[in-house]
């Protein structure tokens, strides 16, 4: 038990204290992703996704596949989750399309048996859009990951 809130506070620390380029932007969206299994490699791990991006003003979800790259303290394994992050980008309108690209930022994951994580992301067009931990990320596993995420939508 000691270990899992060292580890939860060790993750919140790192997700608070980052730095994130488009934070005073507008809130434009939702993007929900579903993540598939991994297993943490030590120093890494990579994980595939299936997201859905819902805009703030309504019309049409936008619909991505992609993939997070985690380099970093990874030991374990997840057998997947959903991750949700509110999307903040220098404007409110986003043209269709404009989620793709890489993002790049901090990263922390801990689980013993139900767990919790997240990730505090900026990239997208001209690395303007940020991705901001809207809720708790929600997994299964035993795992520990603390360090840097890159994720690409496609």
């Known amino acids: 038990m000691k270990l899992r809130f060292f580890s939860l506070a060790a993750a919140l620390v790192i997700l608070a204290g980052s730095p994130v380029a488009a934070q005073n932007g507008t809130k434009v969206g939702l993007l929900s992703c579903n993540m598939s299994p991994s297993v943490g ?3 890494g791990s990579h994980q595939h996704l299936h997201c859905r991006f819902t805009p703030d003003q309504g019309g049409a979800p936008e619909f991505y596949s992609g993939s997070i790259t985690r380099v ?3 030991i374990g394994f997840r057998a997947g989750g959903v991750m949700n992050w509110g999307v903040f980008a220098p404007t409110s309108g986003l043209w269709h399309g404009a989620l793709r690209g890489h993002y790049v930022g901090a990263s922390g994951d801990v ?6 994580g997240g990730k505090l992301l900026v990239g997208g067009s001209h ?3 940020s991705l901001q931990p809207f809720a708790v990320q929600g997994q299964v596993g035993v795992n520990l990951a603390l360090g840097v995420a890159g994720l690409t939508l496609r």
Do not use: M, N, P, V
Not at 111 to 116: I, M, N, R, T, V
């Open 72 to 74: 970093g303290l990874d």
């Open 111 to 116: 689980s013993l048996g139900l767990g919790a």
């Open 127 to 129: 690395r303007t859009i």
């Open 41 to 43: 490699l030590i120093i």
